[in-house]
């Protein structure tokens, strides 16, 4: 009989907390809006996982020992994860359209209004009582307009730890969410001819300008910016290594194996962050909210900024570009191409689109690096 | 309160050094690789569609084999109709 009492005193049944069910609700929800929805599956699944382990009674998953707790110690607290992530990513990253048209970068800046008008948004809730964000906290919240995952977990790991469960779960909720934030609001403030705007084809790139470019980016964030230097260094270390054409061994590695795997583990150990204590408090609700402005806005400015290329063009920019701006590669480059194509049938927008896109990643690296510098 | 208006400002202040070095850094970027394109840019299309261009007459004429299997497969399809 005792041996039954102890077993039932260890068992999950007699041990669950309301929150702890509720964070595995929460868990389960990742899990449903990853496979029956298919909401950014590579990402939301190892989350939601995460967040169900991270959250078993007497797992010992999240303490010191248990597995996720050296996922996150060695993957998340140190920013290593989200760096190789940044490696694989430029890896994948083909910047021929930007090359082709450089002046898209002016709409890369442009969407990044979104980070930093969220810091004050994000020090304004501070009047509502309940919130308390430092000015740290307001950038780790602020960056979640980048919509770049890896930069925001990074960029969380250094300012916020405490934060970085929601930050994370925010932020590739939103990325996933992109096909259904951003059309409104570009449709709003672009009228009918201007979405029908025809681009004129990009020019052939060079071998030799896809190699001089991911090193010129670093020169320059050596020059001007060296606390964006974890992040710009590992994304043109990536590129260099796919556009060399001499290391396709290392290139193909980086951009499939290295990052699947990384990929399972930051998923976890984010996902570990989920845990009832942590989650389940008021600034979750903010971060949410947050972030979903921060996105908006800075949809809103890319477009705002693509327009007035446009006039100052002479109408050969489409403006719905302007909200490629926001990183999210390359989902936000397709709803761009997506919502041009509704507006005339023959008007395909991807590959101008690409070219905002990947300046978004790097302006999102960038305004990361600012932050840290005056935050950090 | 009063903090949070000061901590607001700074916000602000953050903003506006955050935009700048922003703008100024992408700029920057957009002035070289224009440099490296007017340096390393690949050949004018025009010059490009002309070799093209002659590629193609050249190999029209040189293929005999091609003319002799067109020609009678018109023949084969008058015969038809």
């Known amino acids: ?116 008008s969220t810091l004050i948004g994000a020090i304004a809730l501070n009047f509502v009582p309940g919130f308390e964000f430092s000015m740290q906290d307001a950038g780790a919240i602020a960056i979640i307009g980048g919509a770049d995952g890896p930069t925001a977990i990074f960029l969380a790991s250094k300012l916020a730890p405490d934060l970085l469960g929601a930050i994370a779960v925010a932020a590739y909720s939103y990325m996933a969410l992109v096909p259904l934030i951003q059309p409104p609001i570009m449709k709003l403030l672009t009228t009918e001819s201007e979405r029908q705007i025809k681009m004129e084809q990009l020019r052939e790139v060079s071998k030799k300008e896809k190699i001089i470019f991911p090193l010129m980016v670093l020169g320059l964030t050596i020059l001007f910016l060296p606390a964006a230097t974890p992040l710009v260094g590992m994304f043109c270390l990536g590129n260099l290594m796919r556009e060399s054409g001499v290391v396709d061994r290392l290139s193909n590695t980086a951009q ?121 | 309160m009063n903090s949070i208006s000061e901590q607001i400002i700074e916000a602000l202040g953050i903003m506006l050094l955050g935009m700048g070095l922003v703008f100024v850094f992408l700029t920057v970027l ?30 029209q004429g040189v293929d005999p084999l091609m003319v002799a299997v067109i020609t009678s497969a018109i023949h084969q399809y008058r015969a038809k109709a």
């Not at chain 1, 699947?260 to 150990?269: D, E, S």
């Not at chain 1, 408090?281 to 921060?294: D, R, Y």
């Not at chain 1, 390359?330 to 997506?338: D, E, I, L, Q, S």
């Open chain 1, 1 to 116: 009989m005792e041996g039954l009492i102890a077993f039932w005193s260890e068992s999950g049944i007699a041990n669950f907390t309301p929150g702890q069910l509720l964070m595995m609700g929460v868990g389960a929800l990742l899990l449903y809006l990853s496979i029956v929805r298919g909401f950014e599956p590579l990402l939301l699944l190892p989350i939601g996982f995460g967040a169900i382990l991270a959250n078993i009674p007497n797992g010992g998953f999240t303490e010191e020992g248990g597995l996720l707790y050296f996922a996150y110690h060695v993957g998340i607290e140190t920013g290593v994860f989200p760096l190789l992530i940044f490696m694989g990513v430029g890896a994948m990253t083909d910047f021929g359209a930007l090359i082709a048209n450089p002046k898209m970068l002016l709409l890369g800046a442009a969407a990044q209004f979104g980070i930093f």
């Open chain 1, 256 to 376: 499939n194996e290295l990052i699947n795997i990384v990929t399972i583990f930051l998923g976890l150990a984010v996902g570990s962050k989920l845990s009832a204590d942590k989650f389940l408090q008021l600034e979750t609700l903010g971060i949410l909210l947050l972030g979903a402005v921060a996105f908006a806005i800075g949809t809103a400015t890319g477009v705002l900024m693509a327009k007035l290329m446009c006039k100052l063009s002479g109408g050969k920019i489409n403006p719905l570009i302007g909200a490629a701006g926001v990183s999210a590669v390359p989902m936000a480059a397709r709803v761009v191409n997506k919502v041009g194509l509704e507006s005339n049938q023959h008007n395909f927008l991807l590959m101008h689109a690409m070219g905002p896109n990947v300046a978004g990643v790097l302006g999102s690296a960038v305004a990361a690096g600012v932050l840290i510098a005056v935050l950090g």
């Open chain 2, 30 to 59: 957009i002035l070289g690789v224009k440099l490296v394109a007017y340096k390393f840019a690949p050949q004018p299309i025009g010059h490009k569609a002309l070799a093209e261009n002659s590629d193609t007459a050249s190999a």
